[in-house]
């Protein structure tokens, strides 16, 4: 029981990536058709490497005559060779590369009955190492911008416009679908859909930089009603301070650096070149989901955000005394 335990803790391992970000555990109709090619191409070099192995083994137990053992360009064989080295390779590669071009055809940007000009529901603007989320969908007054955390309805298509505020970045959930590249002055389009409700954790996959492993992404698929109540509280301009600690809390941020950065709408912070801070509250990571948002990373990461991740684009700011500190996470926590 034991050893056969230990047999199966790599299979174990495998299962335990599943539950988050893992190719393995498609639960999108994009993935779940990369997955099925996937394992085509698994199978077809196991059976390949099976049958190279036995005939590298075989003939090392036979017996015979040494003009049996004769080198092949003696005896003939030039057929193993054309088959072994020509045929088998160019038919199973061959093979694979139209079943990826095939592949790829079936992921229309899309609905492909519907020819009006293509309207991305979402766009992605990487940037070193943060996601810029801007809503497109709707009317022009139900529109709205938010960064890192990206909610969508479940069981429908959603079409995202990706691209680069910088350098090159690529927009990667591997449980919804594969990479697309993220390219300054070049957008490209990518429709995810997510079978069910859930949280699928997603990853640049572009090297863009000193922070690109923790330029992580959350993808929250909701159902309908869930994801039109999101939508609503999205919509709301910066909760208005109502505790004597983020009244004082929203001075230091208003007062302060801050502001030139980050955007809270409602307020006069209207900076455009951080994340956008309306309803930091509300999400569940910070740093770009790389930890847990709550008072003590909170504070962590404005007063030492270059520990936390060094080389980020926010200074560390250390200018405010623990009083200040507190009310200031007081007012990003209410921030919902
Ligand atoms: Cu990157």
Redesign the pocket.
């Known amino acids: 029981m034991m050893r056969r335990s230990v047999l199966f803790s790599p299979l174990l391992l495998l299962s335990g990536c599943a539950t988050e970000q893992s190719i393995w555990n498609a639960q999108g109709p994009a993935a779940s058709r990369i997955a099925t090619l996937m394992w085509a191409i698994i199978i077809m070099f196991l059976i390949v490497t099976l049958i190279m192995w036995a005939l590298l083994i075989i003939p090392t137990f036979r017996r015979g005559s040494l003009e049996e053992h004769a080198p092949v360009d003696i005896g003939g064989g030039q057929g193993w060779v054309a088959l072994g080295g020509l045929l088998i390779p160019l038919t199973v590669l061959t093979g694979f590369f139209v079943a990826g071009l095939t592949l790829m055809e079936r992921f229309p940007i899309h609905d492909p009955s519907n020819t009006a000009v293509l309207r991305p529901d979402i766009l992605v603007i990487g940037h070193q190492?943060w996601w810029e989320v801007h809503y497109l969908d709707g009317q022009p007054d139900q529109r709205f911008a938010t960064a890192n955390e990206i909610h969508i309805p479940a069981g429908r298509p959603v079409t995202l416009e990706v691209e680069s505020q910088d350098v090159n970045?690529?927009f990667w959930v591997p449980n919804l679908h594969g990479k697309i590249d993220m390219i300054p002055g070049h957008p490209n389009f990518m429709r995810i859909e997510a079978n069910h409700p859930g949280k699928y954790v997603g990853q640049?996959a572009?090297?863009?930089g000193e922070q690109?492993a923790h330029?992580r992404l959350l993808v929250v698929a909701q159902s309908a009603g869930a994801y039109r109540a999101w939508t609503q509280q999205m919509l709301e301009p910066g909760h208005a301070s109502t505790t004597p600690e983020a009244i004082a809390g929203e001075q230091v941020f208003l007062s302060g650096a801050c502001s030139i950065c980050h955007m809270v709408r409602g307020t006069v912070a209207g900076g455009t070149v951080a994340p956008d801070l309306t309803h930091i509250g509300s999400r569940m990571y910070i740093g770009t989901d790389s930890f847990p948002n709550n008072k003590a990373y909170l504070e962590a990461w404005v007063t030492h955000a270059q520990s936390l991740e060094p080389g980020v684009l926010m200074p560390d700011l250390t200018d405010f005394n623990g009083v200040q500190l507190r009310d200031l996470v007081a007012y990003l926590q209410q921030l919902k």
């Open positions: 190492w970045h690529a640049c572009e090297y863009c690109h330029m």
